[in-house]
């Protein structure tokens, strides 16, 4: 057989999956598979994973971040079935989900078994947030047919994609026990394993669906810094003139900000002082950490207009656009729209997605 994981996928007693896995009487583990950070989830965000051995193992592991984006056949001709077995994110434009539907494809064409090893969506299995994206803008950090926030695990993504995709799949799914759809990652009796190089603790998971759209503009979301995900900000900002504002329109429950200064040692605004927010998650609601995201957008914009501006990716679009699916958020920031009516517009699409999903749920 062969595993696509990452250091996530461990048992409760932090061991990693590769080890049971060779030593285990029933699977003939002969082949892993990396997906983005990598096998051991030390490289950075866009980083490409190079194909190798994997050293305590001494197993071929196979990028799914690089040259490739899904297996290549010859790298399953020899497998009776193929493993998944990483702790998603939770959220869309996380890339987990996209190397999982990658898999499916391959695996489809292969005739190739596919046995989903689930795991529990860190942000709990209510809560459906954010719009569907749009045929022609789907990508790799918008590869899955669901809002930004879908409440789904990873095997029910999986079953969603088999349908939404038609794809002629034989899929699997090893359930959890235990787990519950109103179960967040504070309520899992499991070990924190931090799912990516800057998502290194459950706060800046908290805040990722939101304060990742940062990405999408020249302000710092943080990365290069001990709180990636927290600190918000940009040489040009005055912390005390953009903390004021947010408080004034951004307010919510379990969210507080303070002003912060920092200098990111990588990324954006590498070894310049800057100005900016420390956003504090103090039992903030997924929803409502998506929309301060949109606030962020907003605010910033609004204090800084000429320098706070959209940043475009490889392939010339806007990254909010790839980000959001779609160029409708974009548009709407850049017309004064207010967040509170971006999300409301996103009603439709959210109740539509909570109507489709039942047929893939696997927990109550």
């Known amino acids: 057989s062969g595993l696509v994981t990452n250091h996530s996928g461990t048992d409760r007693a932090s061991r990693p999956g590769p080890q049971l896995l060779t030593c285990s009487d029933t699977v003939d583990l002969v082949a892993m598979f990396a997906p983005e950070h990598g096998l051991r989830g030390?490289?950075?965000?866009?980083?490409?994973?190079?194909?190798?051995?994997?050293?305590?193992?001494?197993?071929?592991?196979?990028?799914?971040?690089?040259?490739?984006?899904?297996?290549?056949?010859?790298?399953?001709?020899?497998?009776d079935a193929l493993l998944f077995d990483i702790q998603?994110?939770?959220?869309?434009?996380?890339?987990?989900?996209?190397?999982?539907?990658?898999?499916?494809?391959?695996?489809?064409?292969?005739?190739?078994?596919?046995?989903?090893?689930?795991?529990?969506?860190p942000f709990g299995g209510l809560s459906i947030a954010g719009n569907l994206p749009e045929p022609d803008a789907m990508s790799f950090v918008a590869?899955?047919?669901?809002?930004?926030?879908?409440?789904?695990?990873?095997?029910?993504?999986?079953?969603?994609?088999r349908d939404r995709f038609g794809l002629d799949l034989d899929l699997r799914q090893v359930l959890m026990t235990g787990w519950d759809r109103a179960s967040i990652v504070h309520d899992v009796d499991w070990p924190w394993v931090p799912p990516s190089p800057n998502l290194q603790t459950p706060d800046a998971l908290a805040l990722y669906p939101g304060t990742c759209l940062i990405e999408a503009t020249t302000l710092s979301e943080g990365r290069g810094t001990a709180m990636p995900f927290q600190v918000?900000?940009?040489?040009?900002?005055?912390?005390?003139?953009?903390?004021?504002?947010?408080?004034r329109s951004a307010e919510a429950p379990g969210v507080a900000f303070t002003e912060a200064w920092f200098t990111p040692e990588s990324g954006k605004h590498a070894g310049t002082r800057c100005?900016?927010?420390?956003?504090?998650?103090?039992?903030?609601?997924?929803?409502?950490?998506?929309?301060?995201?949109?606030?962020?957008l907003a605010v910033s914009r609004r204090?800084?207009?000429?320098?706070?501006?959209?940043?475009?990716?490889?392939?010339?679009?806007?990254?909010?656009?790839?980000?959001?699916?779609?160029?409708?958020?974009r548009v709407a920031l850049d017309a004064m729209v207010s967040p509170g009516e971006i999300v409301a517009g996103w009603g439709g699409d959210e109740r539509r997605f909570a109507d489709a999903r039942l047929p893939w749920l696997l927990y109550d």
């Open 42 to 79: 030390t490289a950075e965000a866009g980083e490409l994973v190079a194909t190798g051995i994997d050293p305590t193992t001494g197993l071929p592991v196979h990028s799914l971040y690089g040259e490739r984006r899904e297996p290549d056949p010859d790298d399953l001709r020899s497998l």
């Open 88 to 121: 998603d994110i939770g959220v869309r434009y996380a890339t987990y989900a996209s190397t999982l539907v990658g898999c499916m494809r391959a695996c489809a064409r292969a005739g190739l078994p596919l046995v989903i090893l689930d795991r529990p969506n």
């Open 143 to 161: 590869a899955i047919p669901t809002p930004i926030l879908h409440g789904m695990t990873i095997a029910e993504i999986a079953r969603c994609c």
């Open 232 to 247: 918000i900000g940009a040489p040009w900002v005055d912390p005390a003139t953009l903390v004021r504002e947010l408080a």
């Open 275 to 296: 100005g900016g927010v420390r956003v504090h998650a103090n039992g903030a609601a997924p929803r409502d950490a998506l929309m301060l995201g949109l606030h962020l």
């Open 303 to 329: 204090l800084w207009p000429g320098e706070t501006s959209w940043v475009v990716g490889d392939d010339g679009r806007p990254w909010l656009d790839a980000l959001c699916a779609g160029d409708q958020v």
